[in-house]
């Protein structure tokens, strides 16, 4: 058994065979290391085929990015994107926009020199027009070339493909581009007559029933200069080619509800009588509105709104059917004075009476003496007669006229009349009572009163015996009748003062100048019913007469 173990032994060594362990590994190791070399050689030749593959791609991207017929991305020019375009594709697109951009202007309004207040700008401009009108037409192609050509002529070919891929490349191209300076002017001038207007003023009207009131508004002043300063750089403003333009007010005439009011207003008229035609004219009817609601909405409204508001209609109290029965009807006062002096004199208050005979005053009116008699003149008929001028008697133009005037302030007195002027003689005259008197002058003070009453009245005058006869003839509402008193007050002596006057004899003397006594009295007007009982008792003047010193001229 041994020996069988043995020869198997042998058997398997053989004769000098290698050690067995050493021989495997010689093996494995042999193969290992073809491997490894095998695979490092392969990888680095995918590398290097993967380099080559890059690189040729790489410098295509490079050809591609220089050589290519499309501009590079993200390039615009005016704000117009041209990315990905051909050169004729651009330069169509530039046209386009060319074609529909406008020009958009905007108001702002100038406070005062060198200030303004910008307005927000709303939602559409306030006058627009194409851009082609600025005589804009560039060389569209030539900008898409140079759109094109921006980036592609970098002497750094390998650097185009890494721009390219990663957008570091000129972006914004800004041509030189410029409008024409003829057609900015043409528009700057159409734009400022466009824009501007005149003010326009209030306006007024009614009907029969309702004022209507247009408002006035502001005008405006669009001032061509700045226009064309703005479009000359408004292609600058791309894509939107918006710009500001300032403009001031030009004010409207200030109107207020006061001055309507006095334009509209018409006064309710009574029925009353035309002297003209001498007979009865019918009556009006009033228009009337509240100033104070007028003027609020004027204050609220709007520049060109048209404002409407109820307009009171005021009926006559008195119409023609009611008039026409009664005027002149009844004699409401008289006052009769004695007329003397020379003719002259005389002649002159009957010319005076005369003017004023049948004067007519309707309700409301006032009558003005001098008014209705005028200048006293020698064309006229007047004559020179005594009369006083700064305190001394002197023949002139017309002297007594004043008694037709002092007689007819009587006459109203007692017809209960409104006085509206009246100024008393300097001296107390004698034909009249004391404080019942009116003086009057040619461009002195005047005589006037005003009828009270709802009725006209009619002044009657007649020269009859020597006496100035005055009538107020109208219509009684009532049975009254009126009473004129004066009181004495007070009166201030005159004295005597002496001239020499070496033109008289020796030891003979003259009186030069009539004495007067300075004396106040006081007027009132009594009414009484018809019964004769004292209604009223009212001070109706106070009328102070000046003195008038003697004056003696001597030759001792």
């Known amino acids: 058994m041994a020996n069988q173990l043995s020869m198997g032994s042998n058997a398997d060594n053989g004769a000098n065979p290698p050690a067995p362990t050493e021989s495997v590994a010689q093996t494995v190791s042999g193969g290992v290391g073809r491997t490894v070399f095998s695979i490092v050689r392969t990888v680095l030749a995918a590398f290097v085929i993967a380099g080559v593959i890059v690189s040729a791609g790489y410098a295509g991207l490079c050809a591609y990015a220089a050589n290519g017929k499309s501009i590079w991305p993200g390039i615009s020019v005016m704000g117009v994107e041209l990315s990905g375009l051909t050169v004729e594709e651009a330069a169509k697109k530039l046209d386009n926009f060319i074609d529909k951009a406008q020009v958009d202007l905007y108001l702002y309004y100038i406070l005062d020199e060198g200030t303004h207040v910008e307005n927000y700008r709303p939602n559409?401009?306030?006058?627009?027009?194409?851009?082609?009108?600025?005589?804009?037409?560039?060389?569209?192609?030539?900008?898409?070339?140079?759109?094109?050509?921006?980036?592609?002529?970098?002497?750094?070919?390998?650097?185009?493909?890494?721009?390219?891929?990663?957008?570091?490349?000129?972006?914004?191209?800004?041509?030189?581009?410029?409008?024409?300076?003829?057609?900015?002017?043409?528009?700057?001038?159409?734009?400022?007559?466009?824009?501007?207007?005149?003010?326009?003023?209030?306006?007024?009207?009614?009907?029969?029933?309702?004022?209507?009131?247009?408002?006035?508004?502001?005008?405006?002043?669009?001032?061509?200069?700045?226009?064309?300063?703005?479009?000359?750089?408004?292609?600058?403003?791309?894509?939107?080619?918006?710009?500001?333009?300032?403009?001031?007010?030009?004010?409207?005439?200030?109107?207020?509800?006061?001055?309507?009011?006095?334009?509209?207003?018409?006064?309710?008229?009574?029925?009353?009588?035309?002297?003209?035609?001498?007979?009865?004219a019918p009556g009006e009817y009033g228009v009337d509105f509240n100033v104070e609601t007028l003027q609020a909405l004027m204050d609220e409204g709007n520049p060109g709104q048209t404002i409407e508001m109820g307009l009171t209609r005021g009926k006559p109290t008195l119409t023609y059917s009611e008039l026409k029965d009664v005027v002149f009807r009844d004699l409401l006062g008289e006052a009769s004075t004695k007329v003397s002096g020379t003719s002259a004199r005389i002649n002159n208050v009957k010319l005076a009476a005369k003017a004023i005979n049948n004067a007519v005053v309707n309700s409301g009116e006032v009558f003005s003496y001098n008014g209705r008699v005028g200048r006293r003149t020698a064309a006229k008929g007047y004559q020179a007669a005594p009369a006083y001028i700064q305190g001394l008697t002197v023949d002139e133009i017309g002297g007594g006229v004043c008694q037709p005037s002092s007689t007819l302030y009587l006459a109203c007195l007692r017809s209960n009349m409104q006085i509206t002027e009246r100024s008393p003689h300097r001296y107390v005259p004698a034909y009249i009572p004391a404080g019942m008197d009116a003086t009057v002058s040619w461009g002195g003070p005047d005589y006037k009163f005003t009828n009270n009453t709802p009725y006209p009245i009619l002044i009657k005058t007649q020269y009859s015996n020597g006496y100035l006869t005055v009538q107020l003839i109208g219509t009684k509402t009532n049975k009254n009748t009126v009473k004129?008193?004066?009181?004495?007050?007070?009166?201030?002596?005159?004295?005597?003062?002496?001239?020499?006057?070496?033109?008289?004899?020796?030891?003979?003397?003259?009186v030069s100048v009539t004495p007067y006594t300075g004396k106040t009295y006081k007027t009132y007007r009594?009414?009484?019913?018809?019964?004769?009982?004292?209604?009223?008792?009212?001070?109706?003047?106070?009328?102070?007469?000046?003195?008038?010193?003697?004056?003696?001229l001597h030759n001792p």
């Open 484 to 510: 004129i008193t004066n009181e004495f007050i007070s009166s201030t002596q005159w004295k005597t003062e002496y001239q020499i006057d070496r033109s008289l004899a020796k030891g003979t003397q003259r």
């Open 124 to 280: 559409t401009p306030d006058y627009s027009f194409p851009l082609r009108d600025l005589g804009f037409y560039p060389d569209t192609t030539a900008i898409a070339q140079e759109a094109y050509d921006m980036n592609v002529t970098d002497p750094e070919f390998f650097s185009l493909g890494w721009r390219y891929l990663t957008g570091d490349g000129e972006t914004e191209y800004a041509p030189t581009l410029t409008v024409d300076p003829e057609q900015v002017a043409l528009r700057a001038k159409e734009v400022a007559e466009a824009l501007s207007y005149e003010p326009t003023q209030i306006e007024y009207s009614r009907d029969e029933e309702t004022l209507r009131v247009t408002l006035p508004r502001n005008g405006r002043s669009v001032p061509e200069e700045p226009i064309v300063e703005k479009l000359g750089q408004v292609i600058q403003n791309s894509p939107d080619f918006s710009v500001d333009i300032p403009y001031s007010a030009v004010l409207h005439e200030v109107k207020t509800a006061e001055e309507i009011h006095e334009d509209i207003y018409i006064p309710v008229k009574n029925a009353w009588f035309d002297p003209k035609t001498w007979s009865v």
């Open 526 to 552: 009594n009414i009484y019913d018809g019964n004769g009982n004292l209604i009223s008792s009212k001070l109706e003047a106070t009328s102070v007469y000046k003195v008038r010193n003697q004056v003696i």
